[in-house]
């Protein structure tokens, strides 16, 4: 979660000190919350949904343009509080802002669009419809690789579909939250979206409260406690990656380029990063020395920010320091990098065993693994062996090779000469050790919503 974390026996938890990742310096304080602020949040928000969702959806999208409109019109204030959070790039904040308003902008139409199917008499004498109904309030507990825009990839949605939401944002970047729940009190009005701050255990607590549904995004072990709390109400999870990449030996010129791009952006913390790349023997070198020479070209202070916080500095570099690959490549770094902050440089590993740690566990930061493999089935068979299925990509020119992997990938999300692609149109949702749910497209709306058959006799 954070350095920041404290005591969770405490009822009463001590001030938190949040720090700048890219110098590791104090910025400012927070307390956790705990029962009675999620109480009253929570309360709050159930007061308001049913005034919002008494709305048209006409009326909720106005809101949402909005909402969205506000926050393009103070952009510069949003990037700041990103990057004093995140740390990240001037660009990948401002990167960030333009998504989230586009989600908002894209779910304030998409809640316009009929869902259910087209009523009929399916039983004689009788005519039937279908309603989608909100659930009611949904708890939104988001992560810090990307603290606006996972908020808006939950918000927009749940929103759009009548719902309430009491937002957690993690503990180390509360920031642009606070700020579109203000933005979101006056414009869609008091209590529509509601905000608590904390700690793990304070996602806990709103997990186990009078929600109607909590949407995680984070880590599996928070996702099995979210689970645990959340009983049998709605659920959707987003659980992260370790993402794996084949390339095949008729790959596009530029695919280690591309590849290193990919994997650095937000310093590799992206759920659906490229992580494990994996070739054929006869190109596993070749390979190996393009990874590393792009990853020479992309400098953790100049061209990537740092990462978030120093828990995952010291996760990171445990997992770098128990893996047995006898290939590292380390690149430089930029002179700007605060040896203070939590800045690490771009890394490949090489020549190193297929259940080699900084393999299996998600290490969720700039660096690549490269493993080797005797065809394109045993590449497949790599690539799907790892508890996580959300996002894949295949390199290559064959087309029909090509789609022929693509299908054969356990993922939600593949890319094809390509990776870390995303519009709000395209549906983005794991399998297996990655969750269950979707995020983005018209399909979002249904984890927000619930059917209702209407049935009458017509006489």
Not at 195 to 213: F, H, I, K, Q
């Amino acid at each position: 979660m954070s350095d920041a974390d404290v005591p969770e026996t405490s009822d009463r938890p001590s001030p938190v000190t949040l720090r700048d990742p890219r110098d590791g310096t104090p910025r400012s304080h927070t307390v956790p919350a705990r029962d009675d602020e999620v109480r009253e949040a929570v309360a709050d928000a159930r007061r308001a949904q049913k005034g919002w969702a008494a709305l048209t959806p006409a009326e909720r999208g106005d809101r949402l343009l909005r909402l969205a409109d506000a926050v393009e019109a103070t952009a510069a204030k949003y990037v700041d509080a990103e990057r004093a959070g995140t740390g990240k790039p001037e660009e990948e904040a401002r990167a960030e802002v333009r998504n989230a308003t586009d989600l908002l902008r894209f779910y304030a139409g998409a809640g316009r669009t009929g869902l259910a199917p087209a009523g009929g008499r399916y039983l004689t004498g009788h005519e039937s419809w279908v309603r989608w109904e909100p659930l009611g309030t949904v708890a939104a507990i988001v992560p810090w690789n990307y603290p606006l825009m996972m908020a808006a990839w939950r918000l927009g949605p749940a929103l759009a579909a009548g719902n309430s939401v009491v937002l957690k944002p993690a503990l180390t970047t509360p920031d642009t939250a606070q700020l579109l729940a203000a933005d979101a009190q006056e414009i869609l009005g008091p209590g529509v979206v509601r905000t608590v701050t904390g700690d793990r255990e304070t996602g806990r607590l709103l997990a186990r409260s009078a929600v109607d549904a909590v949407a995680f995004t984070g880590s599996v072990a928070g996702g099995l406690d979210v689970a645990a709390g959340a009983g049998l109400r709605r659920l959707s999870l987003e659980l992260g990656g370790n993402c794996p990449v084949v390339v095949l030996p008729d790959a596009p010129a530029d695919s280690c380029q591309e590849i290193v791009r990919a994997c650095v952006y937000n310093a590799g913390q992206s759920c659906a990063a490229p992580a494990r790349v994996i070739t054929l023997r006869e190109n596993y070198h070749r390979v190996m020395e393009g990874l590393a020479d792009a990853m020479d070209n992309q400098r953790a202070g100049a061209d990537f920010g740092p990462l978030n916080n120093s828990d995952q500095l010291a996760r990171y570099d445990r997992i770098l320091r128990s893996s047995s690959a006898a290939f590292v490549h380390t690149a430089p770094m930029a002179p700007q990098a605060e040896p203070t902050g939590y800045w690490r440089a771009g890394t490949v590993l090489a020549y190193l065993e297929d259940d080699d740690p900084a393999v299996r566990e998600e290490v969720f930061g700039p660096c690549l693994t490269v493993q080797c493999a005797d065809s394109v089935e045993h590449a497949v068979a790599l690539a799907n062996s790892t508890p996580m299925a959300l996002a894949a990509s295949v390199w290559g020119g064959d087309a029909s090779r090509l789609l022929t992997v693509a299908q054969a990938l356990d993922a939600g999300e593949v890319w094809v000469n390509c990776h870390l692609r995303q519009t709000a149109e395209l549906p983005h949702g794991g399998r297996r050790g990655s969750g269950h749910g979707t995020d983005l497209s018209t399909l979002a709306l249904h984890e927000y919503q619930r059917p209702k058959t209407v049935t009458v006799r017509l006489s």
